[in-house]
Antibody, heavy 122, light 107 residues
Framework: EVQLLESGGGLVQPGGSLRLSCAAS????????MSWVRQAPGKGLECVSI????????YYAASVRGRFTISRDNSKDTLDMQMNSLRDEDTAVYYC???????????????WGQGTLVTVSS | DIQMTQSPSSLSASVGDRVTITCRAS??????LNWYQQRPGKAPQLLIY???GLQSGVPSRFSGSGSETDFTLTISSLQPEDFATYYC?????????FGQGTRLENK
């Protein structure tokens, strides 16, 4: 069974940092692109970062570019996202999602993890 | 960035109704359009991929159609478990973007 398990969420002050992790199992992790998608309370979905299967291509939403860094360790089947200079508006549930192929585009997300809550507040 | 616009933003319907949700892309995306269902407090789940492909395990009352800029998700006969929020997503180019969501409520 394909599973994604996020961790690392919590309460952080504005300007602070947090590192999210996603542990993958049940599939050959290195064959698939991965993404982080967030959902602010009561709001819609925003894809904030994407990484190719090899990790050599990454993409970021304008809202997080320069502050967030996505990475992966194909030897450990883990996906990470380092979040720096956090702002109130970064408060959200963060989901990791598996792409249906190794490409960053022309595919779909399935499955998604259960999500981890990040709260940015003083 | 490609903007995705769903309509309506919310919809009231009853069990047994036929429901259609539309999604419009700000530029042509071929058939690189996916639909997700999200129940309260849960992660989104894939329903339809590549505009019309039914994800394994998804009931056949769900169907998708469209191409280029205009797409639809149809539920042929609403069931109680279908009251949820639905999102379209384009994967034609980066950044991947979602519609704002359509909340389907029980009338």
């Amino acid at each position: 069974e394909v599973q994604l398990l996020e961790s690392g969420g919590g309460l952080v002050q504005p300007g602070g940092s947090l590192r999210l992790s996603c542990a993958a199992s049940g599939f050959t992790f290195s064959n698939y692109a991965m993404s982080w998608v967030r959902q602010a309370p009561g709001k819609g979905l925003e894809c904030v970062s994407i990484i190719s299967r090899s990790g050599d291509s990454t993409y970021y939403a304008a809202s997080v570019r320069g502050r967030f860094t996505i990475s992966r360790d194909n030897s450990k089947d883990t996906l990470d996202m380092q979040m720096n200079s956090l702002r109130d508006e970064d408060t959200a549930v963060y989901y990791c999602a598996k792409h249906s192929s190794g490409q960053t585009t022309y595919n779909w997300f399935d499955p998604w993890g259960q999500g981890t809550l990040v709260t940015v507040s003083s | 960035d490609i903007q995705m616009t769903q309509s309506p933003s919310s919809l009231s319907a009853s069990v047994g109704d036929r429901v259609t949700i539309t999604c419009r892309a700000s530029q042509s995306i071929g058939t690189y359009l996916n639909w997700y269902q999200q129940r309260p407090g849960k992660a989104p789940q894939l329903l339809i991929y590549a505009a019309s492909g039914l994800q394994s395990g998804v009931p056949s009352r769900f169907s998708g159609s469209g191409s280029e800029t205009d797409f639809t998700l149809t539920i042929s006969s609403l069931q109680p478990e279908d009251f949820a929020t639905y999102y379209c997503q384009q994967s034609y180019n980066n950044p991947i973007t979602f519609g704002q969501g359509t909340r389907l409520e029980n009338k």
